[in-house]
Nanobody, 115 residues
Framework: QVKIVESGGGLVQPGGSLRLSCSAS????????MRWYRQSTDEERELVASISKKNIPTYGDAVKGRFTISRDNGESTVYLQMNALKLEDTAVYYC?????????RGQGTQVTVSS
């Protein structure tokens, strides 16, 4: 049974940092890309970052230079280090992957950037 659990969200001031974690189980983690995306109220979901099974990262334009995605295959965990946070980074952040054309994601973790 595939299970994905995000954690690490919270309230942070503009310019601050947060580190999100995504713990996965039920599949061979090292064989799959992992992705973070975010969704705000009344907005479409937005790609934040992806990391391939070969550890190659890609980033959405809005977060390039501020966010870093990484993975630990031994721990079946993917991380998102978020620095220089902005008000517009406020959203629910989801971790997901595709297995056999099926999307699996976690319940999300809320990130709120506010002064």
């Amino acid at each position: 049974q595939v299970k994905i659990v995000e954690s690490g969200g919270g309230l942070v001031q503009p310019g601050g940092s947060l580190r999100l974690s995504c713990s996965a189980s039920g599949f061979i983690f090292s064989n799959y890309f992992m992705r973070w995306y975010r969704q705000s109220t009344d907005e479409e979901r937005e790609l934040v970052a992806s990391i391939s099974k070969k550890n190659i990262p890609t980033y959405g334009d809005a977060v390039k230079g501020r966010f870093t995605i990484s993975r630990d295959n031994g721990e079946s965990t993917v991380y998102l280090q978020m620095n220089a946070l902005k008000l517009e980074d406020t959203a629910v952040y989801y971790c997901m992957t595709y297995i056999n054309l099926t999307e699996y994601r976690g319940q999300g973790t809320q990130v709120t950037v506010s002064s």
